[in-house]
Structures are given as structure tokens and as C-alpha cells.
């Protein structure tokens, strides 16, 4: 096995691969996927961000075709990650707290961190963020691509930000330990987190915008502000937010936007958000497994101590910042 080192705050597996089959595939081994437990392992991870995609439009996007309300969903995905969790007790055990990353290395075993992408579920119920914090959540991104309780998407509206719900939940996240993340919201949402956080914020799966004009990429203003609040953007690598209307993913294309996002911000704003498994591009390094070679890539740009700061450093800075 690999040295642990990479945390990555991002990917749809639970979701888009192992829901989806119905069975035929599972966390272990996700065959066609782009990740699965097996190649993590090989390739050294040392935390893994399992997100629960709440879907809303699963006839236009392939996703889980379900009739379930948000909540109703989320408690059968909840369900299936705790299965998957159990089954898989050899490899994987969760992070709920941040001594929790070391001890699981120290047995090697991944850390499994349980986040929600859409905070749909929540519809206006404070008492479901905690029902969810208790049940393992540790990161929520606010929005995906539809309004909900908490606030507005850039694909709805980019100068509507958070509700009152929104701002009221923000603040109970900071309590909780729940990290918020900014991947998928309005601008004006963004900034109304930057204003009122306390704790550090993460845009888990988003890229520079400088360089690639997509509205779920970050301005530098917006990657300035994430610094000044000890937050991450996890680099996405979806070939559409490295380049415009991109179609393979390079690990050049990665490295440039780590590059710039360190020069904007500084190395400690860069993290990894790969967003497998969620995203319909060619890899040139294949699926998780080849994250060494983005490693080696990132030998050639940054110096060794910030290499591993964008690999793992970062993402456990704001973990024992944020879960205490």
C-alpha cells in the first residue's frame, strides 16, 4: 500500500454509481467507475469525502430515477453508506472528529468522511441538521443546481443569496462542527457565508474562474476571501471547469489552476475535490488511482512542502479546525 496522503473533498459514488446500479456495484470494487475502495487504497488515500447527491432532475441527468422527497432520499442514501461503511470495516472507517484521520491511518484504513451535496433535505428544519450531524455528516454543500431552503444556486440566480433559513443554519453548522461548502452556490451566497461564518468554509468541488469562465468556478476575489476564513477550493476535475468546453481532463490543466489559485490566495487555499464519479469527462490518469500522477505533476510547479499541503495539509487544517 501507498503512503496515506491524499484527501479529497469530493465524489458522487454512493450516489451515481453504487444507488444507481441497484446492487451490482458497491463501494469496494465499482467496476467502470472512477473510484472504489481497492484503487483509493493503491493510490494512498487518506480521507475520502463520500457525498450524498440529493438528485432533483434524475430523467434529464442519469441519475437515480426515485420518487422520494429530499429527506425521504437522503435517509435511504444514509442508509446505504452505513451498509457500505459495515461492509467494508477492513478498509474504511468514518471521521467524525479530526483525531480520528490519525487513528484510522494508524490501522490502515481510509477515512470516510460523510458529506451531503444540496442541502434540499434540510426543507427550513434546524432539527434535521442536527439528526444529521448525529448520523455522521460533517460537511454540507448549501445548494446544487436548484433553489432550496437555504439559498440559491449560480444556475438559478447569481445575485439571490442565502434565506433567513440559510443564515440561521449556517450558524448552527458552525456549532455543530458541519463544514460549509460553497461549491454549487449563487455569488451572492458566497458572500454572504464569507460574511458570517466562523469557522473556515470550503468550496469542496470548484476550480479558478480566471481561467476557465464557468460559473461554478471561484473569482479571485471570491478565492482571497476563502483565504482570509482558513478555507479550501478542492480542485474539480471536470474537464469543463479546467477549460472551456473541455472534453479530457489533463493534469496540466489541474496544475494550472492550482498554480494560480496559490498565487491568487496562497498555497494553503488549495485542496483536492475531484468530484468522481459525478462528472461525464476522459481522465488522462485514468480514475483514482492515478492521483500520484497528479502528484508528481504538482513535484514539478510547487515545492515539496506545499505539495503536501495541496494533497492533504490543507484539508486537515480546516478538519481539526472545524470538528474540533
Same mark, same amino acid.
Given at each position: 500500500?501507498?503512503?496515506?496522503?491524499?484527501?479529497?473533498?469530493?465524489?458522487?459514488?454512493?450516489?451515481?454509481?453504487?444507488?444507481?446500479?441497484?446492487?451490482?456495484?458497491?463501494?469496494?470494487?465499482?467496476?467502470?467507475?472512477?473510484?472504489?475502495?481497492?484503487?483509493?487504497?493503491?493510490?494512498?488515500?487518506?480521507?475520502?469525502?463520500?457525498?450524498?447527491?440529493?438528485?432533483?432532475?434524475?430523467?434529464?441527468?442519469?441519475?437515480?430515477?426515485?420518487?422520494?422527497?429530499?429527506?425521504?432520499?437522503?435517509?435511504?442514501?444514509?442508509?446505504?453508506?452505513?451498509?457500505?461503511?459495515?461492509?467494508?470495516?477492513?478498509?474504511?472507517?468514518?471521521?467524525?472528529?479530526?483525531?480520528?484521520?490519525? =487513528?484510522? %491511518?494508524?490501522?490502515? =484504513?481510509?477515512?470516510?468522511?460523510?458529506?451531503?451535496?444540496?442541502?434540499?433535505?434540510?426543507?427550513?428544519?434546524?432539527?434535521?441538521?442536527?439528526?444529521?450531524?448525529?448520523?455522521?455528516?460533517?460537511?454540507?454543500?448549501?445548494?446544487?443546481?436548484?433553489?432550496?431552503?437555504?439559498?440559491?444556486?449560480?444556475?438559478?440566480?447569481?445575485?439571490?443569496?442565502?434565506?433567513?433559513?440559510?443564515? %440561521?443554519?449556517?450558524?448552527?453548522?458552525?456549532?455543530?462542527?458541519?463544514?460549509?461548502?460553497?461549491?454549487?452556490?449563487?455569488?451572492?451566497?458566497?458572500?454572504?457565508?464569507?460574511?458570517?461564518?466562523?469557522?473556515?468554509?470550503?468550496?469542496?468541488?470548484?476550480?479558478?474562474?480566471?481561467?476557465?469562465?464557468?460559473?461554478?468556478?471561484?473569482?479571485?476575489?471570491?478565492?482571497?476571501?476563502?483565504?482570509? =476564513?482558513?478555507?479550501?477550493?478542492?480542485?474539480?476535475?471536470?474537464?469543463?471547469?479546467?477549460?472551456?468546453?473541455?472534453?479530457?481532463?489533463?493534469?496540466?490543466?489541474?496544475?494550472?489552476?492550482?498554480?494560480?489559485?496559490?498565487?491568487?490566495?496562497?498555497?494553503?487555499?488549495?485542496?483536492?475535490?475531484?468530484?468522481?464519479?459525478?462528472?461525464?469527462?476522459?481522465?488522462?490518469?485514468?480514475?483514482?488511482?492515478?492521483?500520484?500522477?497528479?502528484?508528481?505533476?504538482?513535484?514539478?510547479?510547487?515545492?515539496?512542502?506545499?505539495?503536501?499541503?495541496?494533497?492533504?495539509?490543507? %484539508?486537515?487544517?480546516?478538519?481539526?479546525?472545524?470538528?474540533?
Amino acid at each position: 500500500m501507498e503512503k496515506m496522503r491524499f484527501i479529497d473533498l469530493h465524489c458522487d459514488t454512493v450516489v451515481c454509481e453504487v444507488m444507481k446500479s441497484g446492487g451490482k456495484k458497491h463501494l469496494r470494487a465499482n467496476p467502470g467507475g472512477d473510484l472504489d475502495l481497492l484503487r483509493l487504497q493503491k493510490a494512498g488515500s487518506l480521507v475520502q469525502a463520500f457525498a450524498l447527491f440529493i438528485s432533483k432532475e434524475p430523467a434529464k441527468h442519469g441519475y437515480v430515477q426515485t420518487d422520494l422527497g429530499p429527506w425521504e432520499f437522503y435517509l435511504r442514501a444514509a442508509e446505504l453508506y452505513e451498509r457500505e461503511l459495515a461492509g467494508n470495516a477492513d478498509l474504511l472507517a468514518p471521521v467524525l472528529k479530526y483525531e480520528d484521520v490519525a =487513528k484510522n %491511518a494508524s490501522a490502515g =484504513k481510509i477515512g470516510a468522511l460523510l458529506t451531503i451535496e444540496d442541502g434540499a433535505p434540510l426543507e427550513g428544519d434546524l432539527a434535521r441538521l442536527e439528526q444529521m450531524h448525529r448520523r455522521g455528516v460533517r460537511l454540507i454543500t448549501l445548494t446544487w443546481n436548484h433553489e432550496n431552503s437555504l439559498g440559491f444556486p449560480n444556475a438559478v440566480d447569481p445575485e439571490k443569496g442565502l434565506k433567513p433559513f440559510g443564515f %440561521a443554519a449556517l450558524e448552527r453548522m458552525n456549532g455543530l462542527g458541519v463544514i460549509p461548502d460553497v461549491s454549487h452556490l449563487s455569488d451572492a451566497g458566497f458572500w454572504d457565508v464569507a460574511g458570517h461564518t466562523k469557522k473556515p468554509f470550503v468550496a469542496s468541488h470548484s476550480n479558478a474562474r480566471a481561467l476557465c469562465p464557468s460559473m461554478r468556478n471561484l473569482t479571485d476575489a471570491m478565492l482571497r476571501a476563502l483565504a482570509e =476564513k482558513g478555507g479550501v477550493a478542492g480542485l474539480n476535475f471536470a474537464a469543463d471547469f479546467l477549460v472551456e468546453n473541455g472534453r479530457l481532463t489533463t493534469i496540466r490543466d489541474i496544475v494550472r489552476h492550482a498554480r494560480h489559485i496559490a498565487d491568487v490566495a496562497g498555497a494553503e487555499t488549495v485542496a483536492l475535490g475531484s468530484d468522481f464519479d459525478g462528472i461525464g469527462c476522459a481522465f488522462e490518469f485514468g480514475d483514482c488511482a492515478g492521483l500520484p500522477l497528479i502528484e508528481e505533476a504538482l513535484n514539478k510547479a510547487f515545492p515539496a512542502r506545499e505539495v503536501d499541503l495541496i494533497t492533504h495539509g490543507n %484539508a486537515l487544517r480546516v478538519l481539526r479546525e472545524s470538528l474540533g
